[in-house]
Nanobody, 121 residues
Framework: QVQLVESGGGLVQPGGSLRLSCAAS????????MGWYRQAPGKERELVAT???????NYADSVKGRFTISRDNAKNTVYLQMNSLKTEDMAVYYC???????????????WGQGTLVTVST
């Protein structure tokens, strides 16, 4: 099985920065696209950013120019650098990945447990 372990959430003032990390651990055949979603209170979970194995990235319009996703394939880790944070960025951030557990099995989605980002004075 595979687990996604997130870290880096916390409290930050508006305009501040945080860096989230997510490491995939366990036994799996291959790790594909990784990314971040977030869910604010009373709202649906939404895509923040994704990163493919060959370096391709995709961002929600609301975070373009402020957030940067990166990954270290050797460490099976994806990062989210969040700058110029706004109160509307406050949410639980979930790590997401597409993984193939065994070569003979189809790929599947896995989720982390979530890490809370609070943006407040």
């Amino acid at each position: 099985q595979v687990q996604l372990v997130e870290s880096g959430g916390g409290l930050v003032q508006p305009g501040g920065s945080l860096r989230l990390s997510c490491a995939a651990s366990g036994t799996f055949f291959s790790l594909y696209t990784m990314g971040w979603y977030r869910q604010a209170p009373g709202k649906e979970r939404e895509l923040v950013a994704t990163s493919t194995t060959d370096g391709g990235t995709n961002y929600a319009d609301s975070v373009k120019g402020r957030f940067t996703i990166s990954r270290d394939n050797a460490k099976n880790t994806v990062y989210l650098q969040m700058n110029s944070l706004k109160t509307e960025d406050m949410a639980v951030y979930y790590c997401w990945a597409v993984v193939r557990l065994r070569q003979i099995l189809p790929s599947r989605e896995v989720w982390g447990q979530g890490t809370l980002v609070t943006v407040s004075t």
